[in-house]
């Protein structure tokens, strides 16, 4: 059976300088070979933020965040609806990030993340700041993907538990303990989603374990492309015995396109 791919979690980039593979010294890509790439993996569609690591370039998370989320509307334009674009919000900036959520939200923008709180100078998905974004992020039916570890699951579950409004997408199952507080949040509010990308989907049954819990409509296929290879993710639901076809075409595609209205 032939599956529609759409990959809820990537960090695409315009050039090959924004290319955060770890191997650039073998490989480098822009744009237009990401296009291509896909396109190779039956891959129709894409979603996530645009990220860099470090501060390097930038006088502050701020102007980081800003300029992520200009290059991520550029690629939306470029890529011609093979893009959706999530943007960054950040938890010190409190006035701007409302400013981006309605700035997005004119844009025909309502995904958010994937939020990377190491990589941004930012470690609490409990904090007040955060609740004061969110709050604005439920008045446009937002979706919410966040990177989990290392942080504590007791802020994610304050997070989500005080904005039941918007739709939360935790990114990466991860190994054993990590993945059990996943689920276990999961089986408390329904506004927890979970997708497939990073660590995690590696372990045997993992999957099987995720759709007999949750069930199989909170689920959703990503990669983490560039950081990962995009075939590992393909191949291990495609190849896994333990889920039917019909779970395998809600993973691919069809959650996703629930979710994102498509």
């Keep these: ?35 291509e790439l896909f396109k190779k993996f039956g891959i129709s569609k894409i ?16 102007e980081k965040i800003r300029d992520n989320n200009r290059k991520a509307l550029e690629l939306r334009d470029y890529y011609k609806g093979f893009y959706i674009p999530g943007f960054h919000v950040h938890p ?9 959520i309605r700035r997005m939200n004119k844009e025909g923008v309502n995904l958010i993340g994937e939020l990377v709180p190491y990589i941004d100078g930012w470690d609490d998905y409990g904090s007040d700041e955060l609740s004061l974004i969110l709050d604005e992020a439920g008045k446009y039916n937002m979706i919410v993907d966040f990177h989990t570890m290392p942080l504590g ?35 408390k509010y329904e506004n927890y989603y979970i997708d497939l990308s990073g660590s995690g989907l590696n372990r045997f ?9 949750l069930g199989v409509d909170r689920l959703l296929f990503g990669t983490d492309f560039p950081a ?17 076809d019909s779970e395998k075409e809600k993973i691919f595609s069809l959650n996703a396109k629930k979710l994102l209205n498509l």
Excluded at 171 to 185: D, K, R, V
Excluded at 205 to 213: E, M
Excluded at 228 to 242: A, H, K, R, T, Y
């Design 205 to 213: 049954a993992t999957l099987r374990r995720l759709i007999d819990s």
């Design 228 to 244: 990962c290879s995009p075939s590992m993710f393909i191949g291990g639901v495609l190849f896994d015995n333990l889920v039917s």
């Design 92 to 100: 010190h900036y409190v006035e701007e990030s409302i400013e981006e």
């Design 47 to 62: 979603c996530g933020s645009v990220v860099y690591v470090g501060n390097d370039k930038y006088e502050n998370n701020l």
């Design 1 to 35: 059976m032939d599956f529609e791919i759409i990959d809820f979690h990537t960090h695409p980039f315009l050039t090959k300088e924004d290319f955060i593979c770890k191997h650039k010294d073998i490989i480098q890509l822009d744009a237009d070979d990401t296009l």
């Design 153 to 187: 699951f007791e802020g994610i579950e304050k997070m989500v538990k005080n904005h039941p409004d918007v739709i939360f997408v935790a990114a990466h199952p991860g190994e054993y303990n990590t993945l059990m507080n996943h689920i276990e949040i999961g089986k």
